[in-house]
């Protein structure tokens, strides 16, 4: 490989790197919590009835 293609894949690997912590895993993180709630919030519905 040569120097530029080098400087190219580390960039690449960079911008891999942030976009993954910046961006994904909040937004999963987000996801999860958002399901996890929908699904107590379901179960209360159906089966649970209001907390005691």
């Known amino acids: 490989m040569t120097e530029t293609e080098t400087h190219v894949r580390k960039t690449e690997e960079i911008r891999s790197f942030l976009f993954l912590t910046v961006i994904m895993?909040?937004?999963l993180t987000l996801m999860i919590i958002a399901?996890?709630?929908?699904?107590?919030?379901f179960y209360q519905i159906l089966i649970g009835g209001p907390p005691h």
């Not at 399901?35 to 919030?41: E, I, P």
């Open 25 to 27: 895993v909040p937004v």
């Open 35 to 41: 399901v996890y709630g929908f699904c107590v919030w």
